[in-house]
């Protein structure tokens, strides 16, 4: 009967070892299950970013875009004005040369400013009439 006993009690323990395995295992699948919950939790947070920063990106290349356009634009411009300029400067001195044939002496003709843009610490005002300027 010693045997039996020892038999039911080991029998005991197998049952015992089987629930904890049992527990163990339920347990485990819980913990698996809360792992794959948090893993598409964050994948879907992942997408969101990835949504998020494909429209930032999409707003950010129209306004680079843009700026480029306005500064190749101002570009021209500018290039432009400078070409008005040099031709101006040109004309000038071609009037000047003309001038001195004609009043015959250099110091007689009225000084211009060659730097429009600087201003000089004397205030000349500026007339024109209605047919002074024909290009």
Same mark, same amino acid.
């Given at each position: 009967?010693?045997?039996? @006993?020892?038999?039911?009690?080991?029998?005991?323990?197998?049952?015992?070892?089987?629930?904890?395995?049992?527990?163990?295992?339920? @347990?485990?699948?819980?913990?698996?299950?809360? @792992?794959?919950? $948090?893993?598409?939790?964050?994948?879907?947070?992942?997408?969101? #970013?990835?949504?998020?920063?494909?429209?930032?990106?999409?707003?950010?290349?129209? !306004?680079?875009?843009?700026? %480029? #356009?306005?500064?190749?634009?101002?570009?021209?411009?500018? #290039?432009?004005?400078?070409?008005?300029?040099?031709?101006?400067?040109? $004309?000038?001195? %071609?009037?000047? +040369?003309? %001038?001195? &044939?004609?009043?015959?002496?250099?110091?007689?003709? *009225? #000084? &211009?400013?060659?730097?429009?843009? +600087?201003?000089?610490? !004397? %205030?000349? *005002?500026?007339?024109?009439?209605?047919?002074?300027?024909?290009?």
């Amino acid at each position: 009967m010693v045997k039996h @006993s020892s038999s039911s009690s080991s029998e005991g323990d197998a049952l015992l070892v089987d629930e904890k395995k049992r527990k163990r295992m339920l @347990s485990n699948r819980e913990s698996a299950r809360r @792992s794959r919950k $948090r893993r598409e939790e964050h994948i879907k947070d992942l997408n969101s #970013q990835i949504t998020f920063f494909r429209n930032n990106n999409r707003e950010i290349a129209k !306004k680079v875009n843009s700026i %480029s #356009q306005k500064f190749m634009a101002v570009e021209s411009e500018n #290039q432009r004005l400078l070409r008005v300029r040099d031709e101006l400067t040109k $004309r000038l001195e %071609s009037l000047e +040369i003309v %001038s001195s &044939y004609v009043c015959g002496n250099p110091e007689d003709l *009225p #000084q &211009y400013n060659s730097q429009p843009w +600087i201003l000089s610490n !004397k %205030s000349v *005002p500026l007339m024109a009439s209605v047919g002074t300027f024909r290009f």
